[in-house]
């Protein structure tokens, strides 16, 4: 079995090899921190965002989606905050000329440290950080003789913020200054607060409520090199809840829990996560922590539970001149009705194309299988059924004898209500060991004993067990299994 950091690289390598992630523009060489999704990791990443929209939208009955652009007006961007405050202290080293975020500089330096020590160096750096004392920081990077990779040196320059938000021109016309900037979203957040109004009022919709929204966002991150852990176009999945001002606490708390349930149904054990929460609270937020899972590159976040004030709705207002506010009809303490305020928020925010890393990384397993005859092994992709590709491969024995005929209508019964791969090459050996590898939890075999008694035989995934049932119950017991 490989060790962690062996197993980020055996993911990586399998992602490549079974059409689940290209680096982008591989033909030419790729571009960092960019990756494209290939045939079945579009279809992960696909399920992945379906059941998250299910769970948030459907089965909450208080939340609502929408999908806005990804272009916004560039006001959107100062009201936020993010021309301002979306920024990474950073230091570059002057001989590599090599510039890194200073908390992943120290972060690194920590980790192959004594654990205690390594503690003690990241507390005083999260002082540092909630201060922005950014002499400080360097000092601490000299102090620990804090080398850059390349260079090996300790030669650092100041220590300077840098934004992440890609600029672009729009309109024809170029050249003409910052009126014609957009930004391409960092986040997915604030298409949601513009909507608010909209949406509440179309929707009669009634505090506490919920938008959701799944899309494109994108940061010119400075560090990327951890595959679709950390990328510079990604996908976020966030749903903003607006609620009564001073009932913050309590739906934060909510939130935690409701989202910790979310992950936990995805077949991953609890101790696989933990909460982390945050020291250094970013400008909008009166608490914050992470959800982290433990991927092979240790526990990182996955997701952000943000209870967010009403700073991003009163700064719209203010830059906007548009009333931001909305009126409680419910009666109050004193019997009359709230009145008009601009709701507090608590946001929960995910990347979807981490969650798809940690999907693989809970999924991927490497199986020793050799007998006392002979070595043989397995890759398998351990999926919940409902997010695996495929969910069914039919695989008829032989080219022959009016078996693939019984598999394509088997085929046909079933491609309209789940995703079906049918195949007819190779041995069944082989072509079992090809759905592993992308995680199809069962394969149905169409022998000579179909045509006698009507009965297939189903393989499945994790324990290889095969199991002869009828070929007219074959689409019910998928279907039940992708539902669980
Ligand atoms: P990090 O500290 O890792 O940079 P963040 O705290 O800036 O993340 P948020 O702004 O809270 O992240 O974004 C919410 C979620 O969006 C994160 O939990 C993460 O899953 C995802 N995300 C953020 N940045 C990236 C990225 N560059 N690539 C992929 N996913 C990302």
Redesign the pocket.
């Known amino acids: 079995m490989a060790n962690d950091n062996n197993k980020f690289q055996a993911i990586i390598s399998h992602c490549k090899e079974y059409g689940f992630i290209f680096p982008s523009s591989e033909i030419y060489d790729g571009l960092s921190?960019v990756y494209d999704y290939g045939q079945y990791g579009s279809e992960l990443k696909k399920n992945i965002r379906d059941y998250w929209w299910k769970w948030m939208t459907q089965l909450h009955e208080n939340i609502v989606g929408i999908d806005a652009a990804i272009f916004m007006h560039p006001t959107t961007w100062k009201a936020s905050g993010h021309v301002d405050n979306f920024s990474d202290p950073m230091i570059d080293n002057k001989d590599s000329k090599k510039r890194y975020r200073v908390d992943h500089l120290i972060e690194a330096h920590a980790d192959a440290l004594p654990k205690e020590q390594g503690e003690a160096l990241l507390a005083e750096m999260d002082q540092l950080l909630a201060k922005e004392d950014f002499a400080g920081l360097k000092t601490l990077i000299e102090n620990n003789k804090i080398k850059c990779s390349v260079s090996g040196t300790c030669n650092w320059t100041d220590v300077r913020q840098f934004n992440l938000m890609f600029a672009t021109e729009f309109g024809a016309v170029s050249g003409e200054g910052d009126d014609n900037m957009v930004y391409l979203r960092?986040?997915t957040a604030q298409g949601i607060f513009v909507n608010f109004l909209n949406v509440q009022k179309t929707g009669r919709m009634k505090i506490p409520f919920g938008i959701a929204q799944v899309g494109k966002?994108f940061?010119n991150?400075i560090v990327?090199r951890q595959f679709?852990?950390?990328?510079?176009e990604?996908?976020?999945m966030?749903m903003q809840f607006f609620i009564r001002p001073g009932t913050q606490k309590e739906w934060y708390e909510y939130w935690k829990e409701e989202r910790m349930k979310w992950h936990l149904s995805l077949g991953i054990p609890a101790d696989r996560y933990r909460f982390h929460d945050h020291v250094k609270l970013?400008h909008y937020a009166d608490a914050a922590c992470?959800i982290e899972y433990d991927f092979p590159i240790g526990f990182?976040?996955?997701?952000?539970i943000?209870s967010r004030t009403d700073f991003d709705l009163r700064n719209h207002q203010e830059y906007s001149k548009k009333k931001m506010q909305y009126f409680d009809n419910d009666p109050g303490p004193d019997g009359k009705p709230y009145g008009n305020y601009i709701p507090y928020v608590i946001e929960t925010?995910?990347?979807?194309?981490?969650?798809v890393m940690m999907v693989l990384s809970e999924a991927y397993e490497e199986q020793d299988l050799s007998t006392a005859e002979k070595a043989d092994s397995r890759v398998v992709l351990k999926f919940p059924p409902k997010l695996s590709p495929v969910k069914l491969a039919i695989l008829p024995l032989m080219k022959k004898d009016g078996l693939p005929e019984i598999a394509r209508d088997l085929m046909n019964e079933c491609k309209a209500s789940f995703r079906c791969f049918y195949e007819e090459k190779d041995t069944i050996g082989k072509r079992y060991r090809r759905q592993d590898a992308i995680g199809t939890p069962f394969c149905v075999t169409i022998d000579h004993q179909t045509k006698e008694d009507g009965t297939v035989t189903i393989r499945h995934r994790d324990s290889m067990v095969q199991q002869r049932i009828l070929l007219k119950d074959v689409k019910e017991m998928v279907e039940k299994a992708i539902q669980e």
């Not at 990182?300 to 952000?304: I, T």
Request: charged share 40%.
């Open positions: 921190a960092p986040e966002a940061r991150e990327a679709i852990f950390r990328m510079r990604f996908e976020q966030e970013a992470d990182k976040e996955v997701e952000g943000h925010s995910i990347g979807l194309d981490r969650t």
